[in-house]
């Protein structure tokens, strides 16, 4: 504020003060004395503690309450309190004035004259307070009030445009009467298409009268089936995307996982099969010899079996030819010894061919065994080759799998790949956007200082913001969207933006340049 403004804000607040000690001077001594004759405080010193307790309440809530919209953090139920307090005691004034006797007209005015200071003194404390919320948030939207004319000629109707402005934050009254005037019109529209019946028209085509004690527009409800509609789809499409995503990483799961199960499997049934031919073949091997052993020990037992009966046979005939010609007898011996001889000959021949023919059938025996020891063995082989394959094959499912996996992760990278390059574009955009807006505000900066040398109204600075705005979109009202105006100026009614718009094209029209 400039100096001149400064002391006028002075001025102002000193005389609300002393207007809060001229009403606190002329209610206490009423209000304690009414409160101690009729409303029977026990002494006149309870009733004045009574009268200071309420004025001082009063005055407490209304620090706070100015305080705290000088904090920007107003507290909008306080000053109820302060209200019903302030009434309390423009009541309690007015009773203390009252006659003994019958009403006359002069006693009805001495009654009112005890609360016009305390109703005065409210109304500055809300203008003061109205003042400093405008002063600290200069951006926020002003409420717009209802003419007191349309209150005395539809009052019904006023009241539900009343209510519905409040409870759902519209501060234009235009654009809450634009809103009517085009449910009315849609209304209308409806009766002239069903003659006159709009109980046959669509659930759809009656939102507009449901939804607007709701504070939606006939465009956003009729626009409501599409945007739920929408909203559905995309819920849908993301819930579908989640489920596929979870069956890929189940299935390539399952996969990894039976791929591993054979591959343990085939390794456990090739040692097995390893194990199962070195043991045939050992045991093959140790019957062969022990069959062998066997034959050749009974060959030689019955050799030596017969070798031993001749002998004694021969010893027996030189016994008994004892007496017969030593030369006979010893020709007869040589002959028995030559017989012998050649018996142990064909004996040892005999046990010979046993042994040769014990061997051969030995290594018969254990060339049958050795083969069927290898055949089991290939068998085993063969089985091992067959799951190894099919491990294989699930191996070459589960890379295929991995390698589909891979894609997407590639995919992945490169869209993410993309979207870092469209956030340094975006970065780049965002720094020659500052700099423009840091030129802006240089230039914004200019011109509230202009402003404010100026002495400008809230809303005179606000449609030379505007300006400022039209002339940085290239100079045509048109081309600023009124949304841009809502969100640069707090305001929430479009109708209050377009008329910000309007009027700052008039004042560009007009050689405004800032």
């Known amino acids: ?35 101690h004759e009729e409303l029977r405080f026990g002494s006149l010193g309870k009733g004045q503690l009574f009268a200071v307790g309420v004025d001082v309440g009063i005055m407490v809530m209304i620090a706070v309450d100015l305080l705290m919209a000088w904090l920007k953090r107003p507290i909008s139920w306080i000053r109820y309190p302060v209200w019903l307090l302030t009434a309390a005691t423009v009541v309690l004034n007015a009773a203390s004035g009252a006659p003994e006797g019958a009403w006359r007209l002069l006693d009805y005015v001495a009654a009112g004259a005890h609360g016009v200071v305390p109703v005065l003194f409210i ?24 003419p007191w004319l349309r209150w005395v000629l539809a ?52 939102l507009p009268m449901k939804m607007a004690p709701y504070g939606y ?3 956003e409800a009729l626009a409501m089936p599409d945007e739920q509609e929408r909203a559905a789809q995309e819920r ?39 194990i199962d031919g070195q043991t045939g073949q050992a045991r093959a091997h140790a019957r062969a010899q022990v069959a062998a052993a066997e034959r050749a020990a009974a060959l030689e037992q019955e050799a030596l079996d017969n070798a031993v009966v001749a002998e004694a046979r021969a010893r027996e005939a030189a016994a008994e030819r004892k007496e017969a010609d030593e030369r006979e007898a010893a020709a007869a011996a040589d002959l028995r010894a030559a017989e012998l ?68 992760e590639r995919l992945r990278e490169v869209a993410l790949a993309d979207a870092a390059r469209a956030r340094k574009q975006a970065a780049e955009a965002e720094r020659a956007a500052a700099e423009t807006r ?34 940085a979109a290239g100079g045509h009202a048109d081309r600023l969207p009124l949304a841009e105006i809502q969100n640069e100026l707090g305001v929430t009614s479009p109708g209050t933006a377009s008329e910000y718009r309007q009027e700052a094209a008039e004042l560009l029209a007009g050689g405004y340049r800032p």
């Open 1 to 35: 504020m400039t100096g001149t403004q400064k002391w006028t804000a002075g001025a102002i607040v000193i005389a609300a003060l002393a207007l809060a000690g001229i009403g606190l001077y002329l209610s206490f001594e009423h209000v304690a004395q009414f409160a």
């Open 123 to 146: 109304m500055v404390v809300e203008l003061g307070r109205t003042s400093i919320d405008r002063v600290v948030r200069p951006d926020q939207a002003e409420r717009d009030s209802i």
């Open 155 to 206: 009052p019904v109707a006023t009241a539900r445009i009343f209510r519905r402005m409040r409870l759902w934050g519209v501060t234009s009254y235009p654009e809450m009467i634009r809103r009517d005037q085009e449910l009315i019109a849609y209304e209308q529209w409806l009766k002239r298409r069903y003659e006159g019946d709009i109980s046959q028209a669509s659930e759809d085509e009656l």
């Open 217 to 219: 527009t006939v465009a």
């Open 236 to 274: 849908a499409e993301e819930a579908e995307r989640r489920r596929l995503d979870a069956e890929t990483r189940s299935e390539v799961a399952k996969a990894e996982s039976h791929a591993e199960r054979l591959r343990a499997k085939g390794k456990v049934e090739q040692v097995q099969a390893e």
């Open 341 to 408: 001889e050649r018996r142990a000959a064909e004996k040892r021949k005999e046990a010979a061919e046993a042994d040769r023919v014990a061997a051969a059938e030995a290594q018969a025996i254990e060339t049958r065994t050795i083969a069927e020891a290898r055949e089991a063995a290939a068998e085993a082989n063969r089985r091992a080759a067959e799951r190894e394959r099919a491990a294989a094959e699930t191996r070459r499912a589960a890379a295929e799998a991995a390698r589909k996996k891979a894609e997407e």
């Open 438 to 471: 840091r030129a802006a505000a240089e230039l914004e900066r200019r011109a509230v200082e202009a402003e404010d040398i100026a002495k400008l109204k809230p809303r005179e600075r606000a449609v030379r913001r505007v300006a400022r705005m039209i002339l």
